[in-house]
């Protein structure tokens, strides 16, 4: 259980063709045992302008309640893995298989517990997986080469019915553990049952701080972006240009470039307030003034109005850093080394006074740990560019200046420093309580999905069907009496 409950979080698996037609669905479900004696089946799909057509699909691996899994979804998990870098040497199609299960299992459920995941989220995350699909191999048409789809449009269906499915997968499990608690006398019982030699090793960890100096962008590299992007605004208002062809040409937003700039959102989706507050404000076909946010300047137009949902596009421009801004910000970080160095100043003062990161200048520069939330981070776990510049690094020590990049590629320069570094031990139940107690409720939450799973199971539809049947899954698949 433990082990294909993993395989669902760490890959997102690609979850294959649905059947939508509900009548269509229920005739499989009463067939199942007929359905599972052939290699295919054939079923009807409904067409929006035409009637129902025979299409011939293959080998039926399992149907869970209303979904049905092909052997072909397990072959592209597979491909979706290889795609990932993830090491499959020691992944079987078994394991594949079960976790394939298990998330369809937590999607059908989360339907009848009327779960809901908007449309504008699953069309915002279509449309990043395909930027960044796109950004990796080039082009779209080595992006459907590579998963071997020969429409777009198709290829962009079948990943928002994938997304969707993962999303309603993962808000079932949520509302699992979400009220889930553990107390004191749980998290001491969780721990005093570890016997002394197995007990966990924690490894070393360190709390860190970091002053970072970017270079000032002046008004004149500001308004060449602003008086850019009122050109492209009005090629497009009064001459008729291609919104879509601008974005791709010269919009410098990775996540849209390669669509045209499209987004779908709506008020809850997680874009820039001020991003939001344009988009939602235009009438269909509309393109808005040059706007500013954390990430640049933008044009927006809204292509559609779908209730709260809307279709925009945009074209981002960055300013650029000069090169006289460039060495004015290295000037100043190298002055304040010097003076934190010489110890006229300590870092927490001289990070709330001088640095430029807003998420951390207000507590002296501390960093937090995006994994745990806290402020400690165990060397052999964090990034390795972080890991180079801070291993070597004494308490109290100021590393020397950090070239770094902001994340529209402009240079920036940052001073970090260790705060406190604790050594390898073995856990300990007053040193390491916040660590305990995180491990005895993750333990509680596993237990809960397991008791969860195996109640379902019971009460879901289940046919598994071939060479899925002679598998050793952790949950019930099979429904064998115990």
């Not at 553990?182 to 966990?200: A, C, G, K, V, Y």
């Not at 920036?412 to 031990?425: A, G, Q, S």
């Not at 109640?455 to 064998?480: A, F, H, M, P, Q």
Request: aromatic letters at 8%; charged letters at 35%.
């Amino acid at each position: 259980m433990i082990k294909t409950t993993i395989l669902c979080v760490i890959f997102t698996i690609a979850t294959g063709i649905q059947v939508y037609a509900q009548e269509i669905i229920e005739d499989v479900v009463k067939d199942a045992d007929t359905i599972m004696k052939n290699d295919t089946i054939s079923i009807a799909i409904d067409s929006v302008k035409q009637p129902f057509q025979k299409m011939k699909i293959d080998g039926v691996a399992a149907v869970i309640g209303e979904n049905v899994i092909l052997d072909s979804d397990v072959d592209i998990a597979y491909q979706q893995l290889v795609s990932e870098g993830v090491s499959i040497a020691e992944v079987s199609r078994c394991e594949l298989a079960g976790s394939l299960f298990e998330s369809k299992l937590y999607a059908h459920h989360a339907i009848q517990d009327s779960i809901e995941v908007k449309d504008a989220e699953v069309n915002s995350m279509v449309d990043q997986q395909l930027s960044y699909m796109t950004n990796e191999l080039g082009t779209v048409e080595k992006v459907l080469k590579f998963y071997k789809k020969d429409d777009l449009t198709d290829f962009k269906k079948e990943l928002f019915e994938i997304n969707k499915s993962n999303r309603l997968s993962e808000q079932m499990r949520s509302k699992i553990i979400k009220d889930i608690e553990i107390t004191p006398e749980e998290i001491r019982e969780f721990f005093n049952d570890i016997p002394i030699e197995e007990r966990p090793l924690f490894g070393t960890e360190i709390e860190l701080a970091q002053i970072v100096i970017e270079p000032e962008i002046t008004a004149e590299e500001e308004q060449k972006v602003v008086d850019r992007l009122n050109q492209f605004r009005e090629d497009i208002v009064e001459n008729g240009s291609s919104f879509a062809t601008k974005a791709v040409l010269y919009s410098q937003d990775p996540g849209s470039k390669s669509t045209g700039g499209k987004y779908t959102l709506d008020r809850q989706t997680n874009f820039a307030k001020e991003f939001k507050d344009v988009a939602f404000s235009l009438q269909e076909e509309e393109v808005s003034e040059p706007f500013k946010t954390d990430f640049g300047w933008h044009i927006v137009k809204v292509d559609k109005i779908r209730g709260e949902e809307i279709d925009v596009r945009h074209i981002l421009l960055v300013p650029e850093v000069t090169k006289k801004s460039e060495e004015k910000a290295k000037k100043l970080i190298d002055s304040l080394r010097t003076i934190l160095v010489s110890g006229s100043i300590d870092f927490k003062e001289a990070a709330q006074k001088f640095s430029d990161e807003k998420e951390t200048r207000e507590d002296g520069g501390q960093l937090i740990n995006p994994t745990t939330g806290d402020t400690h981070f165990e060397l052999t776990k964090i990034d390795p560019i972080l890991y180079d510049q801070v291993s070597k690094l004494k308490t109290k020590e100021v590393s020397l200046v950090i070239p770094d990049q902001d994340r529209q590629g402009r240079v920036k320069y940052k001073l970090i420093t260790v705060l406190n570094r604790y050594d390898e031990h073995i856990a300990d139940y007053a040193k390491d309580y916040l660590k305990i107690q995180e491990l005895a409720l993750r333990k509680k939450q596993i237990d809960a999905i397991r008791k969860w799973q195996e109640e379902k199971i019971l009460d879901t539809y289940i046919k598994v069907n071939g060479e899925y049947r002679n598998c050793e899954y952790s949950g019930n698949w099979l429904k064998k009496e115990k």
